[in-house]
């Protein structure tokens, strides 16, 4: 497709349960970052991988988060033993390159609930 | 400390109206790019419009203009003739340079709710 896809569209887990969330970015995109919305919340930053450089993940909440990238292509983003906290919007994006002024696109997300 | 703050949680402006939107951010990095995204109700993100740090003159985008301010650091959205349609949330965001010389990530502030009234 044209445009950052991401699935499930939305997933309802039980507290305790694993979830993976899927991006697939815009092809040719080597930036992709993850970011969380709560309800009528900001966007909280979660990780980023830019090329073959080392992600940042300085805003993973907790060491039960993980994400990975394969072949600098689709990203899968982790969450083990979910809480009810983790209960939000995850949302991803990709931008061309690592220039400054480049636009990141978003995905629609994919809404998790944790019951 | 937040790189990114906007002040204004919620904002009202009347239809054909102008609206300024205020966003500051925080970087000792000379080389950095700010960008303006909007979110409606619907919750997709859409970029509006971005301004690089040594852009000699203020962005502009259709009916969105950027009024960029170095030395206050700020880069405030400005909105010409407001229409019912652009009543949503607005994020301002920032990239800066990491010592790699690529583009670090995107941090975005906490938003603005603009309401567009008749």
């Known amino acids: 497709g044209a445009g950052v896809s991401q699935s499930p569209s939305n997933k309802v887990t039980e507290k305790g349960k694993d979830v993976e969330l899927r991006c697939d970015p815009i092809s040719g995109h080597t930036a992709l970052y993850w970011y969380r919305q709560s309800l009528g919340q900001g966007l909280e930053f979660l990780i980023y991988f830019q090329g073959n450089s080392a992600p940042d993940k300085s805003g993973l909440p907790s060491d039960r988060f993980s994400a990975e990238r394969t072949g600098g292509s689709v990203s899968t983003l982790t969450i083990q033993r979910t809480q009810q906290e983790d209960s939000a919007v995850y949302l991803c994006?990709?931008?061309?390159?690592?220039?400054?002024?480049?636009?990141?696109?978003f995905g629609q997300g994919t809404r998790l609930t944790v019951v | 400390a937040q790189k990114i703050t906007q002040t204004q949680p919620g904002m009202f402006v009347q239809e054909k109206e102008a609206v300024t939107l205020d966003c500051t951010y925080d970087t000792s990095d000379p080389s950095y790019g700010l960008f303006w995204y909007k979110q409606p109700s619907s919750g997709e993100m859409i970029f509006l419009i971005y301004?690089?740090?040594?852009?000699?003159q203020n962005a502009t985008e259709g009916r969105y203009s950027l009024n960029f301010q170095k030395a206050r650091k700020s880069a405030n959205l400005v909105i010409s003739a407001s229409q019912l349609g652009d009543s949503a949330m607005y994020f301002c965001a920032m990239r800066e340079r990491r010592k790699t010389g690529t583009a670090s990530k995107l941090t975005f502030g906490t938003g603005t709710r603009l309401q567009v009234t008749l």
């Open positions: 301004q690089g740090s040594y852009d000699q």
């Open positions: 994006a990709s931008s061309l390159g690592g220039a400054l002024l480049t636009e990141a696109f």
